[in-house]
């Protein structure tokens, strides 16, 4: 199993080396939201710092949608899902390999500038922590959301607003839970509500997620 995940790791990076600009989108499509809501809201640090962690939040959650149609669509039209069901090992396996390469390769360097938005939206140095906790457990947990309503739509050609019509109820919790413990922080109460609601939705995932997207592409290539 380590052998073929360790394969499908080096074979998705490489891929990712001829297009160094998929990487960057999500992280660039970010700091647009960021600067847009920033211009929008005007000049004033009071009202920037009340919506800088909701506005990371959203930006986050529409760069994750933006790669999501691409995360097994490339598998497909070349053959390399048929592959992965011929292998020796469980596809529910491969699926969560594919899972955890894509948060490496997008959410994590958005993950890194995120310290960076939050001081040009003027977010609370002390809130800093509590939001990148949530995002932490947070974009994982979105990557293997999307990964089930992905693997549901293969089959629908230019699936994109189909896509996010599906997944954006899903993600809306994940949203409510990671804002809202930076705004109880915010507010000088206990943000590890919502931090352990993510915590305990991200181990559901990791179980359960990869099962029915694996089913779900099954379903759909047969």
């Known amino acids: 199993m380590w052998t073929a995940a360790r394969a499908l790791a080096i074979r998705d990076l490489q891929l990712l080396l001829r297009r160094r600009g998929d990487a960057l989108q999500p992280a660039l499509f970010a700091l647009l939201v960021v600067v847009l809501f920033a211009l929008a809201l005007g000049n004033e640090p009071a ?3 009340r919506v800088a962690a909701g506005t990371l939040w959203v930006a986050v959650l529409l760069a994750g949608l933006l790669t999501l149609d691409g995360l097994f669509r490339g598998d497909a039209e070349d053959g390399s899902l048929e592959q992965w069901m ?8 491969l699926v969560l390999v594919r899972v955890a390469t894509h948060w490496a390769v997008t959410a994590l360097p958005l993950l890194c500038v995120t310290p960076l938005l939050a001081e040009l939206l003027g977010l609370p140095r002390a809130q800093l922590p509590v939001l990148m906790a949530g995002l932490a457990l947070g974009t994982p947990l979105l990557g293997l959301l999307g990964a089930v309503v992905a693997a549901l739509t293969i089959g629908i050609r230019r699936a994109g607003v189909l896509l996010a019509l599906l997944a954006l109820p899903l993600y809306i919790p994940v949203l409510v839970f990671g804002a809202g413990g930076v705004a109880a922080a915010a507010q000088g109460g206990d943000p590890w509500g919502g931090l352990l609601l993510l915590a ?3 181990v559901a995932a990791l179980v359960l997620a990869p099962l029915t997207a694996a089913a779900a592409l099954r379903i759909a290539l047969t």
């Open 47 to 49: 009202t920037l710092s």
């Open 86 to 93: 011929l292998a020796p090992v469980p596809l529910a396996w």
């Open 200 to 202: 305990a939705g991200l």
